[in-house]
């Protein structure tokens, strides 16, 4: 890959902290590699449009709201607001969000600050803590991790078009110790033993081996650190799992929905300890839906237009839990 105005992970690389510094040189590797053999034409034209000189530095931030801001549209002239509205054209569609840059509202097609006013006061305090977002999308909740006093937030998405959306945003907000890195869950090194806290939002049900990720997260802690798991869930008693046939909600990659109970097992079954359910809710259309950055169709067209409890394929429709947990700072209770 060749280099880019924007795109670059070595602010970071060079903010981490020491204790990363048994990991850091093998990271610094994995993203060489990565960005070398990446084979996406897309990836290409996003690098080529990111490439246009824009060097609007602002001390206007506020990453401690709903919409994650930057900038005031007065920073701008004709030549900055016309090549900013470029890139976030060009960078559609936004699933992850708001923010608002330079006054110009991204109103994406999730409120993911719903989602974390629902978990936030119940996480503890962040300070000082080294995260990982497993899954981040674009990184609306690192920041938001980072304004609650996170000391590092290390992202992970193998979706390079969050990665960009990323760069762009941190490009006007010059976070060094918050980054989106193209990875898999599956790509970090088993037994980092590293983060004070992981998160995984929504992406176990992706996975087809949930337990391998529950133990995957559980390697990624550090022992005493803290699993932040948040997936969708059936009602339903111990032992209960809905494993979809065919599309679920339209999504044909959406593999193991738990009951509570059966997640909670699941996670005490990788190891962990003081496992508990903060948050229960189900996905409304207010939280999910299309929008001007993402148009097309949204939760509310996967859904019963007679019964909105269901899916159009007849499934419940879609309900998320969030557990947290400790590892285990005892003897690993965990079955190989
Ligand atoms: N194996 C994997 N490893 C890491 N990431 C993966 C993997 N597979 C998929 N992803 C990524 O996980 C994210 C799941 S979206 C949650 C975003 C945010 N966390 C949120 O809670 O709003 C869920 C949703 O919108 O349904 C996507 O960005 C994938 O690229």
Redesign the pocket.
Known sequence: MTQSNMISFQKFLDALPEEYDNYKPELEIAINNKMATHNDGNLRRWMKLLDNPFTQITDHKLLDQSWVSVGKQTDLNEQDTHTLDTYIQGLMPW??GPFELFDKKIDTE?R?DF?WERIVNQLGDLSHLNIL?????NG??CLRMKAAGAKTVMG????WL?VCQFQLINHFLQEPTVSVLP????EIPQNLNLFDMT?S???LY??RSPLDHIAHLHSTLKTGGTLVL?TMVIDGQLGEVLVPEGRYAQMNNIWFLPSVPTLISWCKKMGFEDVQCIDLNQTSTDEQRSTEFKPGTSLQDYLDPTNPDLTIEGHPAPKRATLIAKKSSGRLKRYA
Do not use: N, Q
């Open positions: 699933r992850k999730w993911s989602k977002d497993v899954g981040c999308g609306y909740h992970i998405d193998p979706a969050s990875f898999t869950l599956e998160f939002m929504g992406v992706h996975r948040e």
